[in-house]
């Protein structure tokens, strides 16, 4: 037997789907507008930022980024077109390849990220009301360790 929502978490989802939605297509026309690149690239760019060396496999980018692989992948061939992004090859395994943030890329970043912070705050945070902050964190916390352990179709 289906188990319905209620009529108050029918109005939650719609409300949550419809924000999620105009945020992200707003925080993605932004970054396009003012930096020239996708939000989806600016995010592989962050994590690239954020690894060790700068580098990620392209399976470690998967991981982080919820796009299919082969998009994955022709999203880093537009970064390697750009000169944001280097591809390089594991000195252990010289069949494995790893994606390398570049000085432009991280000049883009760098610049991006004052746009994407500005975005989030005014978009979001600004909305959040300091009492809120931490119920919002724990919530979203457990929506996304519960999601992890779903198989994605990725």
Do not use: C
């Not at 939605?21 to 020239?36: A, K, P, T, V």
């Not at 790893?98 to 994407?116: D, V």
């Not at 945070?125 to 902050?133: C, F, K, S």
Request: avoid cysteine; aromatic fraction near 6%.
């Amino acid at each position: 037997m289906t188990r319905w929502l209620t009529e108050t978490e029918q109005v939650a989802w719609r409300y949550f789907i419809d924000g999620v939605h105009r945020l992200l297509e707003h925080l993605d026309q932004s970054m396009q507008d003012n930096h020239g690149i996708p939000l989806t690239d600016f995010e592989i760019l962050v994590h690239l930022s954020e690894a060790p060396g700068g580098r990620l496999r392209m399976a470690e980018i998967a991981d982080h980024v919820l796009i299919s692989r082969s998009r994955l992948t022709y999203r880093v061939d537009r970064l390697v077109e750009a000169g944001l992004v280097v591809r390089t090859k594991d000195e252990v395994d010289k069949r494995g390849l790893f994606a390398k943030i570049t000085k432009k890329g991280t000049s883009l970043l760098e610049q991006a990220a004052a746009t994407h912070v500005e975005d989030v705050q005014s978009h979001l945070m600004d909305h959040i009301g300091d009492d809120e902050l931490q119920t919002f964190s724990d919530m979203w916390r457990s929506v996304a360790d519960h999601s992890a352990t779903l198989r994605l179709p990725f």
